[in-house]
T-cell receptor, first 112, second 113 residues
Framework: DQQVKQNSPSLSVQEGRISILNCDYTNSMFDYFLWYKKYPAEGPTFLISISSIKDKNEDGRFTVFLNKSAKHLSLHIVPSQPGDSAVYFCAARDSGTYKYIFGTGTRLKVLA | EPEVTQTPSHQVTQMGQEVILRCVPISNHLYFYWYRQILGQKVEFLVSFYNNEISEKSEIFDDQFSVERPDGSNFTLKIRSTKLEDSAMYFC???????????FGEGSRLTVL
């Protein structure tokens, strides 16, 4: 039962262009959505989050968009930099259990 | 900046041995979690802990697993009798709850031989 899905296992983008990472969810009880960046053998690094009552949150080069009717969120990175190359996970918090469910990740490669 | 710290960074153990993984969550956080990631797979929820008791646990978190907050700062995960399939990265995380933000430690790599 995959409540949080990242359907693109990988994405390649040229340096300076926009990276768009997508995530879909099924559970209407999620109240927060988060994005993490992860390198192998390291812990996930928190990037940005959004409450379910908002539709956009921006922090520097990172913007998260939430479309509740479509149960879809996306992370935009502008401009993309080679240092952004990593695996990105979306996660969602269940408002009833406070459990965070993770997607399967998207490997982003930013080409110089 | 406050961070979640985990020890050890890597532990190698024989099958059947007990292992304790330790975590120091961020000091003003109230919710604590353990997750694990088997190589190349997704980050899986194991257990959450609030107010000195388990609030949720997954099917993975069977009788071989236990968690404890023995003092005001440490949060431990014990695996009583390790199996080969317990080999994974184990991540501790903590949350203040009201912001929804969840912060992870660097992980403890467990290798069961």
């Amino acid at each position: 039962d995959q409540q949080v899905k990242q359907n693109s296992p990988s994405l390649s983008v040229q340096e300076g262009r926009i990276s768009i990472l997508n995530c879909d969810y099924t559970n209407s009880m999620f109240d927060y959505f988060l994005w993490y960046k992860k390198y192998p053998a390291e812990g996930p690094t928190f990037l940005i989050s959004i409450s379910s009552i908002k539709d956009k949150n921006e922090d520097g080069r990172f913007t998260v968009f939430l479309n509740k009717s479509a149960k879809h969120l996306s992370l935009h990175i502008v401009p993309s930099q080679p240092g952004d190359s990593a695996v990105y996970f979306c996660a969602a918090r269940d408002s009833g259990t406070y459990k965070y469910i993770f997607g399967t990740g998207t490997r982003l490669k930013v080409l110089a | 900046e406050p961070e979640v710290t985990q020890t050890p960074s890597h532990q190698v153990t024989q099958m059947g041995q007990e292992v304790i993984l330790r975590c120091v969550p961020i000091s003003n956080h109230l919710y604590f979690y353990w997750y694990r990631q088997i190589l190349g797979q997704k980050v899986e929820f194991l257990v959450s802990f609030y107010n000195n008791e388990i609030s949720e646990k997954s099917e993975i978190f069977d009788d071989q697993f236990s968690v404890e907050r023995p003092d005001g700062s440490n949060f431990t995960l014990k695996i009583r009798s390790t199996k080969l399939e317990d080999s994974a990265m184990y991540f501790c995380a903590s949350s203040r709850f009201n912001t929804g933000e969840l912060f992870f430690g660097e992980g403890s790599r467990l290798t069961v031989l």
